[in-house]
Every structure is written in C-alpha cells, then in structure tokens.
C-alpha cells in the first residue's frame, strides 16, 4: 500500500540523462559519489519525518480515508528511486540494516551503472535494474550516460544481479516509437540478468521529460499487453503473471513460481524481515507467498476501458 511505503533516495546524482526521467537538465549528474555522506541514521530519522509530513494535509478533511491516513503512520515498505541513483550512498548497506531493524522492507532501483556497487549491496526484498535499450546505440540515446563504458558497466551489472540469491526484477520502461521491439535482443540481455521478473512498464509523459518526448511516446496498456506478449515467446522460462491497469505494467515471472498450478509471486514481509536480521544465508524461495487468485491473469482490457470505466469521455491519447 502506498501510503506505508516510503518513497526516497539517498543520492540526487545520477550518471544518466535519460529521455523519460521526469527530472530536468538542472538535477545534479555525476560518475562518483563527491560530496559530504550524511549518517544513515540522521537520512532514515529525516526521511520518516518528511514520510509522516507528506499526508498532513488529509488529517483536517473531513471525508478522508481516516484509516488510510492512521495506517500511513506506520511505514511499512522504502522505495529507494523517485530520482538520481541510490546505490552510490556510500553508507547503503548501514541504511539497509537500518530500515530491516525497524521492520521495513527495501526495494531498491539501480541504473546498472555501479556494477560493484550490486555486488557488495547486501540482501534486500527486492533489487531492480533498468534496461531501457537491448542494444548499444539505443541505451546511449536513451539513456544520455555519462560514462563511455556505459554498456559494459549494463552488462556487468546484469552478471552480478543473476549471482543474487533474494528477488530480483529488470525493469522495461517502454517508449512508444523508440523501444518497443528488438525482442530477441531484450530476451538475451534478460538471459544475461536472470532475474526472478521482469516489469514490463509504460514510460509516462510526465515532469521534464514532456520536453524531451511527445505524449505519443507514452504506450496505452494494451501495447505494454502485446509487448510483452511477444517478449514472453522468447523468454521459454518465463510466463505472464499480472498487470495493473492504472500503471500500464506487466508482469512476468520465473514458471518455477507456479508452485501446483499457483502462482507464489508475493512477498512474506515478516518472514522477510526475521532473515534478513537473522544472519543466515536466504533466498527467495524461503519467503514467498501465494499471489491471491484476483490478481492472477491479464483481464483483456486497457486504458481505454478503463478510462470509461471510471467515467472519462474525452480521449485517452
Ligand atoms: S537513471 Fe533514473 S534518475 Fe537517473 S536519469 Fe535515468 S530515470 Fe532519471
């Protein structure tokens, strides 16, 4: 649930300039980490604090959600992204240890560029790393890195990830237009990672990257559905698991997660959280749990129907 999911990062830099950030030519780039680091325990008071700020507003209106708004006071889950590169912290592993021993589970996203970095990052809930392009040329137009070894730095990242024993996920971000084919290309690189799954997404035409790219770019749900559907034929060890609509993602999973005929694809965040502070060495498997059924399949509508669904009349793109 969002609204116990605490959304941060712990670096504002990032050594891209992708087309589809919503960050603007004005946000902070760089190789290395070159500042000042903050103590973890001084980035996880503030970052609870400013979590606890976000929703102030909703406790003075009358027709709020009143136990969205209390369960909100109880953070539950940390999204290490919203903007520049997190795995650059030079004190993430201390943080991680941190967020486990309050009970919150980590998700953290990497631009696969501080392949070392994954490496030494210790277990988390749940790593993911981006693929925006299967091939060299389009990662560099997309992308805009700043390192000139950025697709050895993609592919070493990719070989470290499949060597992690929790969950792990590569990341599409779909551009209508620019990235949305090259299947057999994405399907190696995917071969290459060996993640547990694969989110399949649709950029959004949303921030700074309104001036990069065109609404045009941003794929419906139902060109995310035939991607992936496609994608899916190459990739003989995976199977389509769920979507989200409201999102435009699907998801793929490892069929090994298909345990007699169910899908296992959720997390067991408590079981999680005793492992990860037990000290044992751990997997995935020793902390999944069923997916419910009605999250299960594709529905076989899209953006359309849903926008009509909930009553919006002009069109969708
Ligand atoms: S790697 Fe992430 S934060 Fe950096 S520019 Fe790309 S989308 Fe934005």
Redesign the pocket.
């Known amino acids: 649930m969002s609204n116990q999911c605490m959304q941060m990062t712990t670096s504002m830099s990032?050594?891209?300039?992708?087309s589809?950030?919503?960050?603007d030519e004005k946000?902070p780039?760089s190789k290395e980490w070159k500042w000042d680091a903050d103590d973890s325990k001084f980035i996880l008071k503030e970052s609870k604090a400013a979590h606890h700020k976000l929703p102030e507003g909703y406790n003075g209106y009358n027709d709020r959600n009143k136990g969205a708004y209390e369960k909100s006071k109880q953070i539950k889950h940390v999204a290490l992204?919203l903007?520049?590169?997190p795995i650059i912290y030079p004190k993430i592993n201390e943080l991680i240890d941190k967020f486990h021993e309050e009970g919150i589970s980590t998700f953290l996203?990497t631009?696969a560029?501080y392949p070392e970095q994954i490496k030494n990052l210790k277990p988390i809930t749940q790593l993911y790393l981006?693929l925006?392009a299967p091939v060299k040329n389009l990662l560099k137009k997309i992308?805009i890195p700043l390192f000139s070894d950025y697709w050895e730095r993609l592919n070493k990242s990719l070989d470290y990830l499949s060597e992690k024993k929790q969950r792990t996920c590569i990341r599409l971000?779909m551009i209508r237009g620019l990235n949305m084919d090259n299947y057999e290309d994405y399907a190696e690189m995917i071969k290459r990672g060996d993640p547990n799954f694969v989110e399949i997404k649709a950029y959004i035409f949303i921030g700074a990257s309104r001036k990069r790219l065109e609404m045009i770019n941003m794929p419906l749900h139902e060109d995310i559905v035939s991607f992936s559907k496609e994608l899916v034929k190459f990739l003989p060890e995976y199977e389509i698991v769920s979507e989200h609509i409201p999102s435009r993602v699907v998801l793929l999973a490892k069929k090994k997660f298909k345990i007699n005929n169910e899908w296992h694809t959720w997390i067991d965040f408590k079981k999680f959280n005793e492992l990860a502070l037990s000290g044992k060495n751990f997997g995935i498997e020793d902390y999944l749990k069923k997916t419910p059924k009605k999250f299960v399949g594709l529905s076989g509508k899209g953006t359309v129907d849903l926008a009509r669904e909930k009553g919006i009349t002009h069109d969708v793109q």
């Open positions: 990032c050594a891209n300039r992708c589809f950030c919503w960050r946000a780039v992204s903007t520049g590169e996203v631009n560029q981006s925006d992308d971000t």
